[in-house]
């Protein structure tokens, strides 16, 4: 490998590691490079509880090793010998004790077009929202005592949609033909 400031020190491998090894790195980047062939697995014993593979997709206990998008979380699988189903959960957590926000940013073309997530700083409320995710943005709003709520951050009702322009606040439209009203 290199030596001295601004070298890539560097360990080649040859054939297969056998027994397992463990590789400890510290005070800089560790990194796998299976020289685009290969996947990079996570195993106990031989069943991969973590795989990153060629095809750009993680997975998290996907059985199959297969996939289905560029993030899978798969669980209750028969094939992993559970006796009992499990519910399969995504948490994320805030973990701060600061009003900082648990969110997921959809974005389009690397702009956040929606949001959705708990508002910390805001009685955690829930939300979605288009673009950015603060206090005074609502689209959404679901607030601890399950008063729901559309373009309001603070709902006061069960439902409670606050109209600020000319625009229809609600509208039903029956385009079937029937004589059935929907309301």
Not at 48 to 54: A, I
Request: glycine share 10%.
């Amino acid at each position: 490998g290199g030596t001295g400031e601004g070298s890539t020190p560097t360990v080649g491998l040859g054939g297969t590691l056998t027994p397992t090894r463990t590789v400890w790195f510290s005070s800089s980047n560790l990194v796998f490079n299976l020289d685009s062939t290969g996947d990079f697995l996570v195993q106990d014993a031989t069943t991969t509880l973590l795989g990153t593979y060629d095809n750009r997709r993680v997975g998290i206990g996907t059985i199959d090793n297969t996939p289905a998008s560029q993030l899978e979380i798969q669980d209750n699988d028969t094939g992993l010998g559970y006796a009992t189903t499990r519910d399969v959960i995504l948490t994320i957590n805030n973990a701060s004790t600061t009003a900082a926000d648990p969110y997921i940013d959809f974005q389009t073309a690397s702009t956040s077009a929606w949001r959705l997530g708990v508002d910390d700083s805001d009685r955690n409320i829930f939300r979605i929202t288009p673009g950015a995710f603060t206090a005074t943005s609502s689209a959404l709003t679901i607030d601890a005592g399950g008063r729901f709520g559309i373009a309001t951050t603070d709902p006061s009702a069960r439902f409670h949609i606050l109209q600020a322009d000319s625009a229809d606040a609600f509208r039903v439209d029956d385009v079937s033909g029937d004589t059935t009203p929907f309301i």
